[in-house]
């Protein structure tokens, strides 16, 4: 495949562009069907007119229909889409990256997508639909999955369905609510991946953020103590990576600690821990759920980050040494690069 790239690459240099473009332009309109042309231009950057060419090539070949409510992809464009996807990391330099990002994060699996997900919300949807396959080639029979919460783990969820190896599977929050969005709760997300996926789940009714003194008394709960402890015995953890100060604003931090956080130079958090660039823990909150000591050995730890913004912070979680598996994007993984010596 690499040779036959490299040979259309020497012959019509344009050609892996056109087609990445097109490719693409069909995975938006996959992800986001129906889709108005104005929102899809806006969506991919560029012009209604340009857009409109390109649309029309689509058309032609049959891979797209449009409606009054938008554009939808077709049986063979979906089909299209499928052939694809095992070439899309050789045709658009994806493998090479997560090639050169495995050797520099000391990652065993690292997985990068098209796009940037900062930009386009259908790079979110993919992560998790690639999350949600790696989740499913993962798992056993029996096991405890423990999930964090935010938009990036809700994607995986939506992405899940029902298979055998699910039915005896327990899904449990990673950590309390951050009186957040209740779509992107950790308890909301173990329920959306039971019923997706046919498994069971366990919630965990406390506040993510405690202080010392109520934290003994929630340990003291005979019901918290019992969800707890199956988290404990998680074999496999799947989360989010947030940036630092984003994830201090759920949690409702004031000026002053944002200001302190900041001067710390926190770039990362995950699990209620803050990380600098250099992966130094500089803040830990007092937290029910999972600590840096049960992550690390659990047996499979998958991360699922993607965003040229979320670079840092995928970088200051890398040097904990605890993943199995990174899923991101072309946006992070070049930016993270970039940075990287």
């Given at each position: 495949?690499?040779e036959i ?30 889709i ?11 012009t ?6 390109e ?26 889409l ?11 330099g ?26 386009s ?5 993919e ?29 995986v ?7 055998p ?5 327990q ?5 309390g ?7 992107i ?64 604003k ?73 993943q ?13 690069l970039?940075?990287?010596q």
């Amino acid at each position: 495949m690499r040779e036959i790239i490299e040979l259309h690459t020497k012959l019509v240099p344009d050609l892996v562009e056109v087609l990445r473009k097109r490719y693409l332009l069909l995975k938006s309109i996959s992800h986001m069907q129906p889709i108005g042309r104005r929102a899809l231009a806006e969506e991919m950057q560029t012009t209604e007119r340009i857009l409109r060419a390109e649309l029309d090539v689509l058309r032609e070949a049959g891979v797209i229909f449009a409606t009054a409510v938008g554009m939808s992809c077709t049986e063979e464009g979906n089909r299209l889409l499928e052939q694809l996807e095992p070439m899309a990391g050789e045709l658009f330099g994806l493998t090479d990256l997560a090639e050169r990002l495995k050797q520099k994060l000391k990652i065993p699996e690292v997985i990068v997508i098209n796009g940037d997900s900062d930009l386009s919300e259908w790079v979110k949807q993919e992560l998790g639909r690639i999350g949600a396959r790696v989740l499913r080639q993962q798992v056993k029979e029996g096991d405890v999955v423990a999930v964090t919460g935010g938009t990036t783990i809700a994607n995986v969820a939506s992405h899940l369905q029902p298979s055998p190896q699910f039915r005896s599977v327990q899904f449990v929050p990673a950590r309390g609510g951050l009186g957040e969005n209740a779509e992107i709760q950790a308890n909301t997300l173990v329920s959306v991946m039971a019923a997706k996926s046919g498994g069971q789940y366990r919630m965990l009714h406390a506040p993510d953020r405690v202080s010392p003194e109520a934290l003994q008394t929630l340990l003291a709960d005979q019901q918290v103590a019992e969800v707890l402890e199956l988290l404990r015995s998680a074999r496999v953890i799947i989360h989010g990576i947030g940036d630092a100060l984003t994830m201090a604003k759920r949690r409702k931090y004031d000026e002053g600690g944002l200001g302190e956080l900041a001067q710390a130079g926190a770039v990362g958090e995950a699990f209620g821990y803050y990380f600098n660039e250099a992966g130094e823990i500089v803040e830990r909150v007092s937290t029910l759920g999972l600590q840096l000591e049960d992550v690390r050995s659990a047996e499979m730890v998958i991360s699922v980050a993607g965003g040229a913004s979320k670079a840092k912070a995928i970088l200051s979680f890398a040097q904990q040494s605890c993943q199995n598996v990174l899923i991101t994007d072309e946006g992070a993984a070049r930016a993270i690069l970039s940075t990287v010596q």
